[in-house]
């Protein structure tokens, strides 16, 4: 028997073979799929959801494409959270001319967001101690502070801190551990 889809597209998921004997009239035998267009899908912690929305530009990069850029407009924030993660799904579309990019690929996701200015540390000077984040701070010449910070996002390994430090606060980037009590 000759069965034609409807729509032009990739073969997914194939639930038949030859011989293969049918009898669920709505059980599909294939799935069929348009790739011309593909969605990645980012899930974005609660926290930064204020920092993204349609049509903001973000790039990704692929882990089968290491060192390629792929750039892209969001297209779609979820208006609810995942109650198991906090996080909300975000949709980019990218156009697949030539079938690079496949289903359930991993990708890494920047979003650009309008300037800001907010103190910065690389995530080596944070000391975790009972649960929360904390910096030494150099309060006088070799006298240094423990200050409890609320750490924002992440990119690399630098980390915006969103309270506890001012501009100019200098402190332990390296080894803070060994000041620890």
């Known amino acids: 028997m000759t069965i034609s889809s409807p729509i032009s597209g990739s073969v997914i998921d194939l639930a038949v073979a030859p011989g293969a004997f049918w009898n669920d009239p709505n059980a599909p035998l294939m799935t069929i799929a348009d790739l011309t267009t593909v969605w990645v899908t980012a899930n974005v912690p609660e926290k ?28 779609f924030v979820s208006h609810v959270l995942d109650p198991d993660t906090r996080r909300a799904k975000v949709r980019i579309a990218f156009p697949n001319p030539e079938d ?8 890494n996701v920047t979003f650009f967001t309008p300037a800001q200015t907010m103190p910065v540390v690389p995530t ?26 609320k750490t924002g996002f992440q990119q690399g390994d630098q980390i915006v801190i969103q309270e506890g ?7 332990v980037a390296k080894g803070g551990v060994l000041l620890n009590d």
Do not use: C, H
């Open 124 to 149: 080596t000077a944070l000391v975790l101690k009972k649960d929360s984040n904390r910096v030494f701070v150099e309060t006088a010449p070799w006298t240094f502070e423990p200050r409890p910070v």
């Open 100 to 107: 690079r990019l496949k289903p359930a690929m991993f990708a």
């Open 165 to 171: 430090l001012k501009a100019g606060d200098r402190i």
């Open 48 to 75: 930064d959801i204020a920092l993204v929305a349609k049509d903001q530009r973000v790039d990704v990069t692929f882990a089968a494409y290491p060192g390629e850029i792929f750039e892209g407009r969001v297209l």
